[in-house]
Every structure is written in C-alpha cells, then in structure tokens.
C-alpha cells in the first residue's frame, strides 16, 4: 500500500490528493499522448471536429495571420455557434470581438456605421435623414 504522500496534491478531491499515485498518473497520460496525439489534437478534434492538420493548413493558408484583421497570430478556431461549423483562424481580439457581437452581421454594419461616423472632426450622431440601426 502506498503512503499518501506518492499521490500529487489535488483541489478536486475532498482528501486534497490525486487519485491516482504518481507514476501511475504519469503513466496515464503518456498512454493518452500516444492514443489522442496530444492536447491540442484532442481539442481540436472533439470540440471542432477538425484534425491538428486541417488547422495546419488553416493556419498555413492564413500565413500564420488572423482572417479579419491580418495583423495578429490567429490563434483561436473561430465557428458558427449554431451550426458548429468551423469558419477561419482567428487573432484574441478579432475573435473576442465576434463574440461580444454575438456573430449577429447587422449588429456589426451598425457598429461599423457608428465608428466611421464618429471619426475625428464629424457629426456625433447618425448621418442626417438616417438611423443606426437597420429598419428591417
């Protein structure tokens, strides 16, 4: 039987310590690297349905930049939240930005519409005889 100090600290247990020793705990995880191919592989496959290739050649094709602004490393998957479907690479802010927008294309024209009406030196509100807002 093993002491309890063979097992690593852990939070998720009430006893504060692993369920697993160790070197079994160790052991675990080199058997799922060689299974899953790593972290990432297994992220990307279960969460986007996408192989580390595929996002390989995403990032490849991007040249290794965000679709949206092309400045920043893309860095994050970005996917339609109700289809699932995976769209491009995208940076953290590009891709942030997307989602306090909620993906909702009309809301971002409106924002487009408010920022370049607001640019240095013009009108603060919206140009005259129009709205923000679309009126579908």
């Known amino acids: 039987m093993l002491s309890l100090e063979a097992f690593p600290r852990s939070r998720a247990n009430s006893n504060g310590r ?3 020793c160790l070197a ?3 052991e675990r995880g080199r058997k799922s690297l060689a299974e899953r191919g790593g972290s990432r592989t297994y992220h990307l496959s279960r ?3 996408i192989s580390a290739e595929e996002a390989d050649l ?6 290794g930049l965000c679709a949206i602004c092309a400045k920043a490393p893309a860095a994050h998957v970005d996917h339609d ?4 479907a995976v769209r491009s690479l995208l940076c953290f802010n ?3 930005g997307l989602g306090q927008f909620k993906d909702d294309p009309a809301l971002l024209r ?3 519409r408010y920022v370049e ?4 030196g013009q009108l603060v509100g919206p140009p005259p005889g129009q709205q923000w807002w679309p009126t579908d």
């Open 117 to 120: 009406s607001h640019r240095a």
């Open 81 to 84: 939240h109700d289809s699932g």
């Open 94 to 96: 590009c891709n942030g």
């Open 24 to 26: 079994c705990h160790n």
């Open 47 to 49: 969460r986007y349905g």
């Open 58 to 63: 995403m990032l490849v094709d991007q040249s």
């Open 18 to 20: 692993g369920s697993y």
């Open 110 to 112: 409106v924002a487009a």
